[in-house]
């Protein structure tokens, strides 16, 4: 992913390297050429026309036009600007201290990556200390809960099924599961469907009631560009996530549809999915995307 984008970006800096002083009409090139490459690689407009407008102005500002290697000023400037794109400052989970157990829920479209991204998340807060229980409440589609059950072996932490037909039932059952077993951070998977529907959020919406989530993050699949946009923008309406995770940052789509979510959701990615191992989910750290990205 980014491959292209970075490609592009680094040919439009790369035009102002060695040119002693920048003009304007320098300037407004370069930028344009950056636009074309984040348009191209599907950012949305919008935030590609934002970005523009806050750059150029940054970049016109005395002490680029002026600097002794303007070249590098306007690298920064995209680099900050880009950095910003992707929510600024690194975002962790924000568990309640005196809370047991804690309690994450995962809600996103079927195919998502959402109940491999509870076993990794599972698995990363294993790693830190945590004993999470996974609570497997997506009865829908029929495998998941025994795909939930597999991971769960493999990982060695324990997964919650209850009947298997009632996810309210079975989601209020794993806390209390959770306690008597000295769980202290509950993950619970719920239903994705192929699309959104009605039903699906009144679901989302009375778990979210009965759990009181300390965290609720969608699983956004980087791969489905523009229209995931639109998914996030009907979660956001109707269950208000905290958060994001980008899975399958990996694969070969463009890309520039995840680097439009935070500006479109107004809420931050705290984690980036790159592949299909256990360990493959990682916080995401804004600046070093960036510095990724740029090359
Ligand atoms: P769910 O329907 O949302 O629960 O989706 P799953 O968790 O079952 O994931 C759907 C498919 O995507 C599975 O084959 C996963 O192994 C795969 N997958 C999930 N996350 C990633 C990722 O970050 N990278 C890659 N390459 N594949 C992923």
């Known amino acids: 992913m980014f491959e292209s984008l970075s490609q592009r970006l680094q040919n439009a800096l790369g035009a102002l390297r060695g040119k002693g002083r920048l003009t304007e009409a320098d300037i ?10 984040l348009l191209e690689a599907d950012v949305n407009f919008k935030v590609v026309s934002r970005f523009s407008i806050r750059a150029t102005e940054r970049c016109s500002a005395a002490e680029v036009l002026n600097s002794l290697t303007p070249a590098q000023n306007v690298v920064k400037v995209v680099l ?39 076993a990794k998340l599972a698995y990363l807060l294993k ?20 795909q939930l059950e597999t991971l769960g072996r493999e990982l060695d932490i324990p997964v919650y099924r209850g009947d298997g037909h009632n996810p309210l039932a079975i989601a209020t059952e794993s806390l209390a599961h959770a306690t008597s077993t000295m769980r202290d951070v509950v993950i619970v998977d719920t239903a994705g469907r192929l699309h959104i529907d009605d039903a699906m959020m009144d679901e989302m919406y009375q778990l979210k009631v009965a759990l009181e989530p300390d965290e609720i993050l969608m699983v956004i699949d980087a791969m489905i560009g523009q229209d995931a946009l ?16 980008l899975s399958k940052m990996d694969g070969d789509a463009r890309g520039g549809a995840a680097l439009s979510v935070r500006e479109t959701t107004g809420k931050p ?19 070093r995307l960036a510095r990724r990205i740029l090359g």
Not at 28 to 36: D, G, I, K, S, Y
Not at 127 to 146: E, F, H, N, T, W
Request: with cysteine.
């Open 230 to 245: 639109n998914v996030a923008h009907a979660f956001a309406e109707k269950v208000d996530f905290d958060g994001v995770i």
């Open 269 to 287: 990615i705290k984690f980036i999915s790159m592949g299909e191992k256990p360990d493959s989910l990682e916080p995401l750290h804004p600046d």
């Open 80 to 118: 900050d600007e880009l950095t910003d794109m992707l929510g600024g400052q690194t975002q962790t989970l924000e568990l309640a201290q005196n809370k047991h157990p804690n309690v994450v829920m995962l809600v996103g479209l079927q195919g998502s990556g959402k109940t491999t991204a509870c």
């Open 28 to 37: 407004a090139q370069a930028m344009r050429e950056v636009r074309l490459a």
């Open 127 to 146: 790693s830190q200390g945590k004993r999470p229980l996974l609570a497997a409440c997506d009865v829908y589609r029929p495998a998941a809960a025994d």
